[in-house]
């Protein structure tokens, strides 16, 4: 089996988990990895829940629709992560409840939308600014998250849900769910979690080689 094909039905599986856990509903949300010719996208419009392997779009390097259906919206986005960080091979964005909903309520600043408060938080995700609100897909939200590429691994778009980019597809997707449930964890504490304190940060900074 090809890489392609193996990274078509890797999105397909991913993008069912999520659906399936409610990280993401309807169609909203989208997948794309990288080739060594271009990258894949879930389509425009698609539910990650129900997606054909098939179907998924493909780009070439220039950002060109190959084949496949009619890629997302969020091209561009996709493709300002691959341009600005070449370690990186996936970008997921899904509007996850308590992510979005930590937007409207109020991060905890804009450069950290969520504190440090577990060590897994710390190692798996990292620092995680917020982006203001601008419609889906607007060239300038992707031109923000080009100049953050490489230094962190993901960011929380204002009413819309994160975006978060690893080495593959399922690792991005761990990550995902890690912010995701940090949100959710703050959420049911009402805010009132005190940060892990900068002894225990140098530790995980020293030990598992975390970016706080």
């Known amino acids: 089996m090809n890489k392609e094909i193996q990274l078509r039905e890797e999105i397909c599986r991913i993008g069912a988990s999520l659906y399936q856990r409610g990280y993401t509903v309807g169609t909203a949300g989208n997948i794309s990895a990288r080739l060594d010719d271009g990258w894949l996208i879930t389509p425009t419009d698609a539910c990650l829940g129900f997606l054909d392997p098939a ?4 780009v070439d390097a ?17 493709r300002m992560v691959y341009d600005n960080n070449p370690e990186m091979h996936a ?3 899904t509007h996850s409840t308590y992510l979005v909903k930590l937007t409207i309520s109020g991060v905890w600043s804009q450069d950290d939308v969520l504190p440090p408060i577990t060590p897994y938080y710390v190692m798996k995700v990292g620092h995680v600014p917020l ?6 897909g607007d060239p300038l939200v992707a031109e923000q998250i080009g100049k953050l590429a490489a230094s962190v691994r993901g960011v929380l778009l204002e009413r819309l849900g994160p ?6 597809v399922s690792r991005a997707a761990h990550a995902l769910e890690e912010l995701e449930e940090t949100a959710k964890l703050w959420h049911l504490a009402g805010g ?3 940060p892990l304190d ?5 530790e995980l900074r020293e030990v598992f080689k975390a970016r706080w």
């Open 163 to 168: 975006v978060v980019w690893e080495g593959s």
């Open 91 to 93: 970008v997921i964005h």
């Open 192 to 194: 009132d979690i005190a």
């Open 131 to 136: 982006i203001s609100y601008r419609r889906p």
């Open 55 to 58: 179907a998924i779009a493909k």
């Open 62 to 78: 220039g950002g060109n629709w190959v084949s496949g259906a009619k890629p997302s919206k969020t091209l561009v986005l996709h």
């Open 198 to 202: 900068e002894a225990a940060l140098k």
